[in-house]
Nanobody, 124 residues
Framework: QVQLVESGGGVVQAGTSLRLSCETS????????KGWFRQATGKEREFVAS????????TYADSVKGRFTISGDSSNNMVYLEMSSLKPDDTGVYYC?????????????????WGQGTQVTVSS
């Protein structure tokens, strides 16, 4: 069983940076792709970023490309989302996810495991 626990959310001002962390349990590195999704109040959950099982390939939603970076550290089973130049539209609950397939997924229904989420609020 894979467990995911996010941390690092908070209230920040527009234009600043924030790093989200996701602690993973189980043998996910090298095998399971990881992703970050977000959900704003009243909206559907949307894709943010994903990386392959070993992290050598990444992909991003157009809305965050060039501002967000997904990465992983297999030595401590962590997945990160570095966010910069934050905008009020980036506000939402951010979820870490893993899928039992090595390759990137951009749809929420492609993922098998989810964390509880961490709130990010960007004020203008």
């Amino acid at each position: 069983q894979v467990q995911l626990v996010e941390s690092g959310g908070g209230v920040v001002q527009a234009g600043t940076s924030l790093r989200l962390s996701c602690e993973t349990s189980g043998r996910t590195f090298g095998t399971y792709a990881k992703g970050w999704f977000r959900q704003a109040t009243g909206k559907e959950r949307e894709f943010v970023a994903s990386m392959t099982g070993s992290g050598e390939t990444t992909t991003y939603a157009d809305s965050v490309k060039g501002r967000f970076t997904i990465s992983g550290d297999s030595s401590n089973n962590m997945v990160y989302l570095e966010m910069s130049s934050l905008k009020p539209d980036d506000t939402g609950v951010y979820y870490c996810a893993a899928r039992r397939i090595y390759f990137i997924g951009t749809n929420a229904d492609q993922y098998d495991y989810w964390g509880q989420g961490t709130q990010v609020t960007v004020s203008s």
